[in-house]
Nanobody, 124 residues
């Protein structure tokens, strides 16, 4: 049973930094994809960054050069380092996981089966 638990959200001033963590348990398969999504009030959930089991990464254009996704060697923790935050980054951030993605879009919510409860990021 896969479980994802996010932490690290909070309030920060514009231009500041935050690091989000996602604790992963339950044993995902070798062809896993992990990702961060976010959802602002009144908006659809959108993909922010994704990482495959080999370390390949994908970023949304809106966060390229500011956000960095990574996972520890044991693959039990997914991280999202966020720099130069703006008010546009204010949202609930979710950790998600799937496997067997193939050539499908790693930033699409449609392809992820496992989700955390989310952690709030507020930039003012």
């Amino acid at each position: 049973h896969v479980q994802l638990v996010e932490s690290g959200g909070g309030s920060v001033q514009a231009g500041g930094d935050l690091k989000l963590s996602c604790a992963v348990s339950g044993g995902l398969t070798w062809d896993r994809y992990m990702a961060w999504f976010r959802q602002a009030p009144g908006k659809e959930r959108e993909g922010v960054a994704a990482i495959d089991s080999g370390g390949g990464v994908t970023y949304a254009d809106s966060v390229k050069g500011r956000f960095y996704i990574s996972q520890d060697v044991a693959k039990t923790t997914l991280l999202l380092r966020m720099f130069r935050l703006t008010s546009e980054d204010t949202a609930m951030y979710y950790c998600a996981a799937t496997y067997g993605l193939g050539t499908r879009d790693p930033l699409s919510t449609l392809h992820y089966q496992y989700w955390g409860q989310g952690t709030q990021v507020t930039v003012s």
